[in-house]
């Protein structure tokens, strides 16, 4: 199972009930580097995807919340 989630205000975007492997996500065509930033695995196997969300996508510029 795939998991996106924001990966600044943690909100649960979707689900995908699938291999994150997928040929339809695209995932496997990351190359290493964004695939450790962006992706995560747990214990099962299951990946969560890091991305922005509607929300936090056109974010203002603040030093207090933005990490990168
Ligand atoms: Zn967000």
């Not at 339809?24 to 930033?37: F, K």
């Not at 962006?38 to 990490?67: M, Q, S």
């Amino acid at each position: 199972m795939v998991r996106y989630v924001c990966r600044r205000c943690d909100r649960r975007m979707g689900e995908y009930q699938g291999d994150w492997r997928d040929p339809a996500l695209g995932l496997t065509r990351l190359n290493l580097t964004d695939q450790e930033e962006f992706l995560d695995w747990d214990d099962r196997g299951d990946a969560t995807v890091k991305i922005l969300c509607d929300h936090c996508l056109p974010v203002p510029w603040d030093e207090n919340l933005w990490y990168n």
